[in-house]
């Protein structure tokens, strides 16, 4: 991971996880790449943690591998934390893993999660950038708390962002970060078990869908149009 989206995790650890008590630990995407050093399991060193890292490829800093690329192996309720660190613009079907991360948090338990809402394309797939909004929809349709969300937009002049103005170093990325928070059950018996029921059957018909579909790898790109075609067209002017 980039260096400002660590930074913007360790803000995360540090507002919203004191050192004084143990904490279940899962991260979502923990795979580390290349020459990448940094992983969310050092930024927790100084914390007293049962860690495991998942993810969809086997390699360093993996404890469990996602056999199923939208069921997290972990049991529902057992996590006070899960991270996800720009992981989210590699999932097709990030709604479905949002939903999952919402199934393995206990009650009061935190997510942390960044993302990119700008850059160039990387990785072997790339499917997406987010805004605050995007992690406000994400949050009501996980039936999360959205405690914070942030994205790091260029500087403005005027009503217009000032790209040119980016930090090519820390900043290029645009992080969008969200601290989402599990609110717990609902007090009375009855919604609690209705809500429960509905919550299931909704998360496990997207979880058994999104496996079957897979990913992006089985739909080719099409060909490039021809120059005849309306729409594909570089843009040569931003008058309208």
């Known amino acids: 991971m980039h260096r400002s ?14 050192t004084n008590r143990r904490y279940r630990v899962v991260d979502l995407g923990s795979r580390v790449s290349g020459k990448q050093t940094r992983t969310h399991r050092g930024l927790l060193a100084g914390h007293d943690i049962d860690y495991v890292g998942v993810d969809v490829l086997d390699g360093p800093n993996v404890d469990a591998v996602m056999t199923r690329p939208y069921r997290i192996p972990v049991k529902s309720g057992s996590a006070d934390v899960v991270l996800s660190g720009q992981a989210f613009e590699h999932i097709p079907f990030f709604w479905v893993s949002m939903l999952e991360i919402a199934r393995v948090l206990k009650p009061g338990g935190h ?16 499917c997406w950038r ?18 914070e969300v942030y994205t790091d937009f260029p500087p403005t002049k005027g009503i217009w962002h000032d790209y040119a103005s980016i930090d090519a170093e820390a900043a290029y990325w645009g992080d969008t970060v969200g601290v989402f928070r599990h609110p717990g059950p609902h007090r009375r018996p009855v919604t609690r078990l209705k809500n429960r029921l509905v919550d299931t059957a909704v998360r496990e018909t997207a979880v058994w869908w999104a496996n079957r579909a897979g990913g992006v790898d089985r739909v080719p790109l099409p060909r490039p149009l021809d120059a005849r075609a309306r729409c594909g067209k570089p843009v040569t002017s931003t008058r309208g």
């Open 5 to 18: 989206a660590y930074e913007q995790m360790e803000l995360c650890v540090q507002e919203y996880l004191p």
């Open 111 to 126: 997510a942390f999660i960044t993302a990119p809402s700008r850059g160039h394309v990387h990785d072997a797939q790339d």
């Open 130 to 147: 987010y805004y605050p909004d995007g992690f406000r929809a994400l949050a009501a349709h996980a039936r999360l708390e959205l405690r």
